[in-house]
């Protein structure tokens, strides 16, 4: 069984005091709604578990109703770092749970084929992360004023979500950062912690996450030209 995580307890303090990003709407639907209908509509994920701020239960509910989603879902309450809050919801996958993905609440223009594409080379592999190689030259600085050297990029991806994997495995590895009292940045870098390989999945169509005000003109015109939303309408 696939089941699906949707990490959803962030604010997103790049956008600003007092702003939720999740719940900023393009063409008329939150930005969460986007990413959730993604996996709503996807039938090779079977429930889904999403995480969400204290408090914000009753708000996931109301969004589910108003735009018809229908998958079984539940949610359960963020933790203090992103990692906490992906290890909340393992803890409420159900017993028939084998491979997991997950996915960030604010990255609303992934595709089904990335997604089964990670569930796949999951399923092999036991870890997978969809990932797009660095095109920019990239400089490594010490202070943050003056260029340190020049990496090489040839050798260097940018990793997005979803980041898949047998349900044991990220468990096991996240029981390792938190029992090391470590942080990690996605949970693809736990897998690595316990030596377990991850797969690379090439994201071949832009799957942006939106941090800063101006990515949601660029998510807009993405959802638009996928054909995810009704221009007119902004319905999902």
Request: net charge negative.
């Amino acid at each position: 069984m696939v089941s699906g995580i949707i990490v959803a307890a962030g604010k997103g303090t790049r956008m600003g005091a007092d702003v939720d990003k999740l719940f900023m709407e393009v063409k008329g639907c939150p930005i969460v709604a986007h990413t959730w209908r993604i996996f709503d509509n996807l039938t090779d994920i079977e429930d889904l578990v999403i995480v969400v701020r204290e408090g914000l239960q009753s708000s996931f509910a109301e969004m589910a109703h108003k735009y018809k989603f229908s998958k079984t879902f539940r949610c359960v309450p963020g933790g203090l770092e992103r990692q906490d809050s992906v290890w909340n919801g393992l803890e409420a996958l159900g017993p028939e749970a084998q491979t997991v993905v997950i996915q960030d609440g604010a990255r609303p223009c992934t595709s089904p084929e990335l997604i089964r594409a990670t569930i796949a080379a999951a399923r092999e592999t036991g870890a997978a992360v969809a990932a797009q190689p660095v095109t920019d030259t990239i400089k490594e600085s010490l202070d943050g004023i003056l260029v340190a050297r020049t990496l090489d990029r040839t050798r260097l991806w940018a990793v997005q979500t979803p980041q898949t994997f047998r349900v044991e495995i990220i468990r096991h590895a996240l029981a390792e950062v938190r029992r090391r009292g470590l942080q990690v940045t996605d949970d693809t870098a736990a897998c690595e912690l316990i030596g377990h390989p991850v797969r690379l999945i090439l994201g071949k169509e832009p799957n942006p996450k939106v941090t800063q005000p101006a990515d949601l003109l660029t998510v807009e015109l993405l959802l638009e030209g996928q054909g995810l939303i009704n221009p007119n309408t902004g319905q999902v």
